[in-house]
Structures are given as C-alpha cells and as structure tokens.
C-alpha cells in the first residue's frame, strides 16, 4: 500500500465486568491515535450521540467523565484492528493485519450484543467474528450502526439518533 504505515492499537478498551453492550469501532483516527482516546476529533458525531440519548452532557467532558458515563451506562468501547495499514484516518485505505481479541475481551462480562460503528467496523467483524467454525467466533446479536464519522456526511444527526437507539433496548433489562 502506497504511503501508509502499520499502525498498531495505541491504547486500551473501556470495558467493565458489569458492561453490557460493546461499541467497536475499525480503528483510532489521528486525532484519536494522539489524544489516546476514543473519538476525540471535535466533528466526530460519537458524544453527540450518547449526549442525546443519555440527555446527558458529554461533548466536551474530560476523558475521566466520558470513561465514568460509559461504566454508568454499561457501555464498553474498542476496536476491531490491532495492528493495520492505514493512510491517515481513512477507513478506505484500512487494511487489517491482525484483530483484536474481542472474543477473549468479552469473556466474563455481560455483554449482551456488539454494536460496529461504521461499514468497515461492520465488514471487519464480520470477517473475522461472525463465521461459526472460526475460533474467534462470537454467538452474540452484532448490530451495524452508520458512522459517527464527519465523513458520513449523508447521515444526519436525527438519523444517526433514530438508528443509535437500538442500543438502549440491551442496557435496560
């Protein structure tokens, strides 16, 4: 692939014993990778999100804050590539070289359901999670969401909202 480096994974998962669904995403951005956090460009839709589900400000929290809703909620968050090739923060360009352990990740939580947050993240797990005879095969309900990403211009924020909450129904029972 023509100027793009591997990257690997740069910081850890928000997971909780007690989380119940868990948000994957394909792979940190730039602005991410730096801030070593999940979604941290300022256009990223990802806060905005949870803030209108939630009613519950989030946009321009610190870190600690946005990590202490998560457990609240029962919401865990990662990525699907551990080590990639990427050119800038293009999911287009992504292309995996090895995948996190989200099988062994989840063990001993209640994870009820994996919710991918954009087309890649969906076409990822599905590659390497879905197929039955694979040993990374995860039998839970995996929900593909539309990118919270600036990029997914078409997608507007009401949209993305009604098509978030299928969220909810997993943390209320």
């Not at 870190?63 to 909620?73: C, N, R």
């Not at 309900?141 to 949209?159: D, F, M, R």
């Given at each position: 692939?023509?100027?793009?480096?591997?990257?690997?994974?740069?910081?850890?998962?928000?997971i909780?014993?007690?989380?119940?669904?868990?948000?994957?995403?394909?792979?940190?951005?730039?602005?991410?990778?730096?801030?070593?956090?999940?979604?941290?460009?300022?256009?990223?839709?990802?806060?905005?999100?949870?803030?209108?589900?939630?009613?519950?400000?989030?946009?321009?929290?610190?870190?600690?804050?946005?990590?202490?809703?998560?457990?609240?909620h029962?919401?865990?968050?990662?990525?699907?590539?551990?080590?990639?090739?990427?050119?800038?923060?293009?999911?287009?360009?992504?292309?995996?070289?090895?995948?996190?352990?989200?099988?062994q990740?989840?063990?001993?939580?209640?994870?009820?359901?994996?919710?991918?947050?954009?087309?890649?993240?969906?076409?990822?797990?599905?590659?390497?999670?879905?197929?039955?005879?694979?040993?990374?095969f995860?039998?839970?309900?995996?929900?593909?969401?539309?990118?919270?990403?600036?990029?997914?211009?078409?997608?507007?924020?009401?949209?993305?909202?009604?098509?978030?909450?299928?969220?909810?129904?997993?943390?209320?029972?």
């Amino acid at each position: 692939m023509i100027n793009s480096k591997a990257f690997c994974h740069p910081f850890k998962p928000i997971i909780f014993q007690d989380s119940k669904v868990l948000i994957l995403g394909s792979f940190p951005s730039i602005t991410s990778r730096q801030e070593s956090f999940y979604y941290a460009h300022k256009q990223n839709r990802f806060w905005k999100i949870l803030e209108n589900l939630f009613d519950f400000p989030l946009q321009n929290k610190p870190k600690e804050d946005k990590v202490a809703f998560l457990k609240i909620h029962h919401i865990a968050l990662f990525d699907i590539a551990k080590i990639c090739h990427i050119q800038n923060s293009s999911d287009s360009t992504l292309k995996m070289l090895q995948p996190n352990p989200i099988h062994q990740l989840i063990l001993n939580t209640q994870i009820q359901a994996i919710f991918t947050n954009g087309q890649k993240a969906s076409q990822l797990y599905c590659q390497f999670f879905c197929l039955p005879h694979s040993c990374h095969f995860i039998p839970l309900p995996h929900i593909a969401l539309p990118s919270s990403s600036p990029a997914n211009a078409k997608y507007t924020l009401p949209l993305l909202l009604k098509e978030w909450s299928k969220i909810l129904p997993y943390l209320t029972n």
